[in-house]
């Protein structure tokens, strides 16, 4: 059982940018894993068309039908959010409370935890280490499940920050285990960018399993703030009435709604990232910075000091993400941007070696 702090995250603060007399146009961020072609041109099209004046509809019924048909779920079963963070938050009230347990498989995005304190929750982990590849351990999952009948647990898949890419027999078999008592809430925000993705609808049979999708990472819309989960219509509705009326804005909305009729902007940036992950990953393996095996759009990079090396990388204009907070003091995640701004960064890189 552990306490803990809120949670750290990736992006640039302007507070911090203002101490090293930079604003954010003068930095290229290596630090959240959005989408390297930004906001599509249709989508900021239709986020231009959004009613500023007018509330937004509260459920997002037009966007939630859209959801609904594309992965063929009933509308019942998709609940929007302001950011899939806020639907992390609502699990945790609606599973989590004084006595419960959240089992988190970890090292991963600090916001799970977070939650699970806020919410009053006891929060245990399984840790998978560097020298498994941070890869999990099905047998030691299991078991934690089984002995601590958690009433919520969290995979992220691909995990945020490893990369690592858990198949279709791993959740069935974690689900299984959990059983009737718990959710197991499976973090699908990197799939769009996973080599080979699977298809996690099926798992929405086992009954405990909610599937929860961020907006934010594949059609870069960070700032608007857009996520959704999928769910039994019970689970939904039980969520649905702790949300806060209009969380989801009418621009996010909108946003939205085009984003899913705009397949081939991600079809081009999948492409992009392929590329320049392969170069990325040859670059800093060359450069003596090993590289951890990713299944998505960014990749953990052993460098000696991370908070260090970030420090020295934020001054020439570079923002990478500082792993120390995910316990991985000796690593720095590395989003892939496009190829000529990978090539920056290990521009910079070498410039870090040659002057410290
Ligand atoms: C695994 C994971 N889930 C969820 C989120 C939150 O995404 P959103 O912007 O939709 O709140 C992040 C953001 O970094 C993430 O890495």
Redesign the pocket.
């Known amino acids: 059982m552990r306490a803990g702090a809120p949670a750290i ?3 640039l603060d302007d507070a911090e940018l203002r101490v090293h007399g930079l604003s954010r146009g003068d930095v290229l961020d290596f630090s ?2 959005v989408n390297p072609l930004g906001t599509s041109r249709l989508v900021r099209k239709a986020a231009a068309t959004a009613d500023l004046s007018a509330y937004p509809d509260r459920r997002s019924l037009v966007l939630s039908e859209a959801l609904a048909s594309r992965l063929d779920v009933g509308v019942d079963e998709v609940l929007v ?8 938050h609502l699990l945790a009230r609606v599973c989590l409370g004084s006595g419960r347990r959240c089992l988190i498989l970890a090292p ?2 600090g ?1 799970y935890e977070a939650a699970a304190i806020l919410a009053g929750a006891e929060v245990h982990v399984v840790e998978a280490t560097a020298a498994q590849g941070f890869a999990w351990s099905a047998d030691v999952v299991t078991r934690a499940v089984e002995t601590l009948r958690p009433a919520l647990t969290f995979l ?1 898949n691909p ?2 920050p490893t990369g690592v890419y858990v198949d279709r027999d791993f959740v069935k078999r974690l689900s299984a285990a959990t059983g009737g008592d718990g959710l197991l809430a499976l ?1 699908s ?2 799939v769009p960018f996973a080599e080979a993705p699977w298809d996690e609808r099926a798992l929405l049979a086992c009954g405990n399993v909610v599937l ?1 999708r ?4 594949d059609h870069a ?2 700032g608007a ?3 959704y989960l999928v769910a039994g219509a019970p689970t939904v509705a039980a969520l649905r009435r702790l949300q806060p009326s209009w969380s989801v804005s009418a621009v996010a909305q909108a946003a939205g709604l085009a984003a899913l009729d705009d397949d081939a902007h991600l079809k081009v940036a999948r492409t992009v990232v392929a590329q320049a992950k392969t170069y990325l990953r040859a670059q800093l393996n060359a450069l003596g910075y090993p590289v951890v095996d990713s299944a998505a759009n960014f990749m953990v990079v052993r460098v000696g000091d991370a908070a260090k090396l970030r420090l020295e990388l934020l001054r020439r204009g570079i923002a990478v993400r500082d792993c120390t907070s995910f316990g991985l003091p000796a690593y720095i995640r590395v989003a892939v941007r496009r190829l000529d701004e990978c090539k920056q960064l290990i521009m910079a890189l070498r410039d870090v070696r040659a002057h410290g």
């Open positions: 995250h990736g992006g959240s894993n959010g302001n950011g899939s963070t806020e639907l992390i991963t995005f916001e992220c995990n945020n973090d925000s990197y929860l961020s907006m934010t990472k819309l960070a703030r857009l996520g």
